[in-house]
């Protein structure tokens, strides 16, 4: 039987992660929860002010492909209309297969919607984000506690108790902190439920004693911005190679220079040398590897080397907590699926939560986080299975898989229903 919820009783949700995640569900919760009965604070050990918004890894010069599914959601916490001068959008999306013939060609235009999906530079998508939360902050929706540090989270009868270290002075040096112990304070926080959201190599979940199961592809990402000697009309390309893949994603041109964000999946080896490499070198070899789909390759930007694995939670909800984004699923980048499936998860969170608390059930109630996972374990495991499905099958010059792939990506040119159900899963909708 539920447990009923007590009328005058004010529940408190603490996020702990001010990452994309994070903040995005916090915006969410603000929106579909009544402020009157229930607090929600959002713990981050970065500052989160447009002033410092360098310090908060998140928000470099990556960028993120977001699915027609996550602008939908991204309109639902007011975030969109300041972030569309600042997307690119995606009319058609080629994948292909490097030393084969053939590929795959998905246009917006025959499945009646204005683009495939978006890309955006993740510094302008925390600027947006961060201005929406102090908004929220301002109108006492959501409370944030930023530069902040979660240093313990013990479970008690009805949800947990959290100790948490705020810097007052703003600051992240590890030296500078030394000088500044008196602007640490210490204070602790009864949260009914807590919301992990702090990363693939979360610590709290670690301090929690949820274990993680992975796949190390033994591939590394070299991931950057590069420049093109003419414009990409608005076309994402995915090549396959026996390597791995490299995606290169449409990015608005800045000061009339054609921009494209890569994602070089390499061998750990090679990315090893890659390091040591010119830049002028790097481009060399990427238009040897890639081809000239996109003209002209001319410059390459800030680099990132980021090994890639696959990291799953081995739970991702208990009684009064749960695990969201990268510290609940790592996924590999070759379909820019993972920031979509963590939002789509939060929006399906925020709606199980809402029900209850329209029910009067406690938030943390162990049914109302079941209810949130059965819902959204069958989108997960399909997203999750074919992101390895296609780390694995196209990182291979191995006969057989090539010989699958091919037919595979045959498949999809001639089948249309096999076509238009891959077109669905990358715009991150249920139905076209």
């Known amino acids: 039987m539920s447990q009923v919820l007590q009328a005058d009783k004010k529940q408190h949700i603490v996020i702990v992660g001010g990452g994309m995640v994070g903040i995005s569900l916090a915006l969410m919760l603000s929106k579909v929860l009544p402020k009157k009965s229930v607090e929600i604070t959002l713990v981050e050990q970065y500052p989160l002010q447009q002033s410092s918004i360098a310090k908060q890894p998140s928000f470099d010069d990556r960028s993120t492909a977001l699915s027609a599914g996550t602008a939908d959601l991204l309109k639902k916490i007011d975030c969109w209309a300041c972030l569309e001068p600042y997307v690119q959008n995606i009319k058609a999306v080629h994948v292909s297969d490097k030393g084969h013939f053939g590929g795959v060609r998905l246009e917006a235009e025959k499945y009646d919607v204005d683009s495939l999906g978006y890309v955006v530079e993740n510094k302008q998508l925390g600027r947006v984000l961060i201005n929406q939360l102090q908004q929220r902050v301002i109108s006492k929706a959501i409370n944030c506690l930023a530069p902040s540090m979660v240093v313990s989270c013990m479970p008690k009868k009805s949800g947990y108790e959290l100790l948490v270290e705020t810097n007052s002075s703003g600051s992240n040096s590890a030296s500078e902190n030394k000088k500044q112990e008196q602007d640490r304070q210490q204070h602790h926080i009864s949260a009914d439920l807590v919301l992990v959201a702090d990363g693939a ?127 609940a699923h790592l996924l590999h980048p070759v379909a820019g699926q993972g920031f979509n499936l963590a939002l789509r998860d939060c929006w399906v969170l925020s709606e199980c939560l809402c029900l209850s608390d329209r029910k009067k059930i406690p938030l943390g109630h162990y049914s109302s986080l079941k209810n949130y996972l059965s819902e959204q374990s069958m989108d997960q495991e399909l997203t999750i299975g074919l992101t390895d499905s296609l780390a694995k099958l196209f990182s291979s010059n191995h006969l057989p898989k090539a010989v699958l792939r091919q037919f595979g990506l045959f498949s999809l040119n001639a089948l249309p229903f096999a076509k238009n159900q891959f077109a669905q899963k990358m715009m991150g909708i249920r139905s076209l």
């Open 201 to 327: 190599d979360s610590p709290l979940r670690t301090s929690l004693g949820i274990g993680t199961q992975s796949i190390d592809y033994k591939q590394t990402a070299l991931i950057a911005n590069v420049s093109l000697d003419r414009y990409h009309n608005d076309i994402a390309y995915e090549r396959f190679t026996d390597e791995g893949p490299i995606a290169l994603l449409p990015l608005p041109s800045l000061g009339g220079v054609h921009r494209a964000a890569l994602v070089w999946t390499l061998p750990k080896e090679k990315a090893k040398k890659m390091k040591s490499a010119t830049p002028e070198n790097i481009v060399e070899q990427l238009q040897q590897r890639f081809g000239f789909r996109l003209g002209k390759i001319t410059s390459i930007g800030a680099r990132q080397y980021i090994p890639l694995a696959l990291i799953e939670a081995q739970e991702q909800v208990r009684s009064h907590l749960a695990i969201v984004g990268n510290a």
